[in-house]
């Protein structure tokens, strides 16, 4: 969240990225992330439906981070794509090409209701989050976000004026 906030995506990201003095934190964006957190898990005290949609949903999201990249490394990608420090070798394509079709399949399955007969109560409302979600996405990016976000910020491009204001973390023994 604190990344995304840096990059000016969320709206609220002026509040979110700030950084706290004192700590080097962002306190605001970990307040926002926890309170976000413990609002979805009470889910699981009203319905277990809901919950199980949002673990679904979840999880989808978590499978198309690593789909897209698979897929474009084993498509229009596979020319010009540089080869990362650890590659499969020969397999690489036909292990790339396993794994695009293993996590599409698994999505899709995990867009399936929990329970038979579907009913109101038992339906797997996963797809219409993540129709919704994808609506409000695409809205918000087509209205707002392309005209002030322009990629992620790179700190190892900055000067070492500007690294040195970074926070570094806790020091290493």
């Given at each position: ?162 690294a040195a204001k970074m926070p570094t973390g806790i020091p290493l023994p």
């Amino acid at each position: 969240a604190y990344a995304l906030a840096r990059d000016d995506l969320f709206p609220g990201s002026k509040w979110l990225k700030q950084i706290y003095k004192r700590t080097q934190t962002p306190i605001l964006c970990v307040l926002f992330v926890f309170i976000t957190n413990m609002l979805l898990l009470s889910f699981n005290l009203f319905s277990s439906t809901a919950f199980a949609a949002i673990v679904s949903i979840s999880t989808i999201g978590f499978q198309i981070s690593y789909f897209l990249p698979i897929f474009f490394r084993v498509t229009s990608a596979r020319k010009n794509f540089p080869r990362g420090k650890f590659h499969l070798g020969r397999f690489s394509m036909v292990i790339g090409i396993a794994s695009v079709i293993w996590l599409f399949v698994t999505s899709v399955i995990l867009l399936f209701p929990f329970n038979y007969p579907i009913t109101a109560e038992n339906m797997n409302w996963c797809v219409v989050v993540l129709v919704g979600v994808s609506v409000f996405a695409t809205v918000y990016w087509i209205f707002c976000a392309r005209h002030r976000f322009i990629g992620p910020k790179r700190t190892d491009q900055l000067s070492d004026s500007k690294a040195a204001k970074m926070p570094t973390g806790i020091p290493l023994p």
